[in-house]
């Protein structure tokens, strides 16, 4: 499995940003995707996931109203549109995978083991 992610950027706060990332090896049909970020000095975090079925999304309350998440399962691709970018939102942002056995799990659940893509960097500036 290889996830490649693309989009990063430098952008002005209150910009926007649109992240992709593409699969490739499988075909995730029972597979949670999403994103995870890692900033400068601080441990990775998650962003946002969601399930096969499209209609279950989580996002982290720092990014809850301002990203959303969508993927596209006959591309094998998941996004991530993010609007009114802060200073703050200034990380590495990988993009995940995981099986967990449903079209209707939209989360990462502990201790299952993640896929993850290399990485595209992501810079706000005030």
Same mark, same amino acid.
């Given at each position: 499995v290889q996830l490649q992610a693309s989009g990063g950027g430098s952008v002005q706060a209150g910009g926007s940003l649109r992240l992709s990332c593409a699969a490739s090896g499988r075909t995730f049909t029972h597979h949670v995707v999403g994103w995870y970020r890692r900033a400068p000095?601080?441990?990775?975090?998650?962003v946002a996931s969601i399930s096969v079925s499209s209609d279950i999304t989580y996002y982290s309350?720092? !990014?809850k109203g301002r990203f959303t998440i969508s993927r596209d399962n006959a591309r094998n691709t998941v996004h991530l549109q993010m609007d009114s970018l802060k200073p703050e939102d200034t990380a590495v942002y990988y993009?995940?995978?995981?099986?967990?056995g449903s079209q209707r799990v939209g989360y990462f659940p502990e201790n299952r083991n993640?896929?993850?893509g290399?990485?595209?960097? !992501?810079?706000v500036s005030s």
């Open positions: 000095g601080k441990e990775r975090e998650f309350d720092s !990014v993009c995940a995978v995981a099986f967990v993640i896929n993850w290399q990485g595209t960097q !992501v810079t």
